[in-house]
């Protein structure tokens, strides 16, 4: 699919062509059941996201649906059309046939407890929602195995010439939200690696006392692309990697370069959206377990220069869900009432030298160059 497509498939769906994202998987797994093809073609296999698999329980298999958000990161639908793309499923020979239908509006159907469905929404997308990111320029960041910077671009679609994803944020009934986002691999996994693989620490919340236990990351910097890296650099064959490595080098040094690895991969995907949007960040909304880390999220608002803003309801995927649900059922009448609800648990404000940033981010960049191109093809 990759030869003379990458530009079509860009242009289309907002993505880079990465096994990532579920059209490749689709076509695998039509190459490896039997009469995968012909079964797909004769409309007795279908495909789906987690909530489409939901949607077809709650519903006693009446429905088999999606909605815009998760379509757009199946790398086949057209998020400027909104429409699935005919030449890209023709590309994998995907047949329409076990495509799914859309619903660009809340409300979905009801379920045989008589509950209605009043929302469905990615987890992210959910997230930036329940973070009240509802301006051109807001954005947030959940840590949790991975992390999710994303960024709410208004009703015009932004075109990344700078490793993000184009996205639609959410379908509200009048007019399509557009965001981008950058999608980090590896920010709480690296913690677990940590704990599991190293057994530097017992459980992931001792990570930053560890960290703490040395004054700064002693010149140590760890890239963890233990599966490639994500946003904005988008190299499947990158490979983990740790640098400056001397002596004097101890576990609480690794452990801070650990932590410090998730504050420079947002911060690079903060710069990408910024070079895309000329849009200034003037603050990011924090959520998801790795946010409890006040050590990282101090950090995190040095190395952008900039505050951060912890939600004082971590998970606000849930929460964006609810409001959803209760925008389409009435509970809420709009946006401004969510809005009013927002509310801070802690506020971060960045106190590092202006020099020393430049100087912590400018390495970050010379050991992330180390680290790709690693695993031979």
């Known amino acids: 699919m990759a030869r003379g497509l990458e530009e079509d498939v860009a ?11 579920p059209a490749t998987k689709i076509r695998w797994i039509l190459d490896h059941i039997p009469d995968g093809q012909q079964r797909a073609e004769n409309g007795e296999l279908a495909f789906g996201t987690v909530d489409t698999w939901l949607l077809w329980n709650l519903t006693n298999g009446t429905l088999h649906a999606t909605d815009v958000t998760n379509a757009s990161r199946s790398m086949l639908y057209n998020i400027d059309t909104l429409e699935w793309d005919p030449d890209l499923l023709e590309a994998l ?6 495509s799914l239908r859309l619903s660009h509006r809340a409300a979905y159907s009801d379920t045989q407890a008589a509950i209605p469905i009043a929302g469905v929404a990615g987890d992210q997308h959910a997230a930036l929602f329940g973070q009240a990111c509802f301006e051109p320029g807001m954005a947030k960041n959940t ?16 075109r990344s010439n700078h490793g993000l994803l184009s996205i639609i944020a959410w379908d509200l009934g009048d007019a399509i939200t557009y965001g981008l986002e950058g999608s980090i691999f590896s920010t709480g996994a690296t913690v677990q690696w940590l704990r599991d693989g190293l057994q530097f620490i017992e ?17 140590v910097y760890l890239v963890p692309a233990f599966t490639g890296l994500g946003a904005p650099h988008w190299d499947m064959y990158a490979r983990g990697t740790i640098v400056g490595i001397t002596r ?6 690794i452990a801070r370069a650990a932590l410090e690895s998730t504050a420079y991969q947002t911060r690079d995907a903060v710069d990408a959206m910024r070079n895309d949007t000329g849009l200034d960040i003037p603050l990011l909304r924090v ?29 606000t995927t849930a929460l964006g869900a609810a409001y959803l649900a209760g925008l389409a059922t009435g509970f809420w009448q709009g946006t401004d009432e969510i809005a009013a609800n927002w509310a801070t ?11 020393k940033r430049a100087s912590l981010h400018k390495n970050w960049l010379r050991a992330i160059d180390r680290s790709k191109n690693w695993q031979e093809s």
Do not use: W
């Not at 790795?290 to 939600?311: C, K, V, W, Y």
């Open 345 to 355: 648990d802690k506020r971060f404000d960045p106190s590092m030298d202006p020099d």
């Open 11 to 21: 242009e289309k769906t907002g993505l880079p062509i990465d096994a990532y994202f």
């Open 287 to 315: 959520d998801g377990g790795g946010t409890a880390n006040d050590l990282l999220m101090q950090f995190q608002s040095d190395i952008l220069g900039i505050p951060i803003e912890r939600h004082a309801v971590a998970e």
């Open 93 to 98: 020979d995907i047949p329409s046939q076990c």
């Open 248 to 253: 004097g080098t101890s576990r609480g040094h």
């Open 203 to 219: 459980a992931s919340a001792d990570v930053e006392a560890l960290a703490a236990s040395v004054e700064d990351n002693g010149g």
């Open 143 to 158: 840590y949790g195995t991975g992390s999710f910077i994303l960024m709410n671009t208004g009703t015009k679609r932004v």
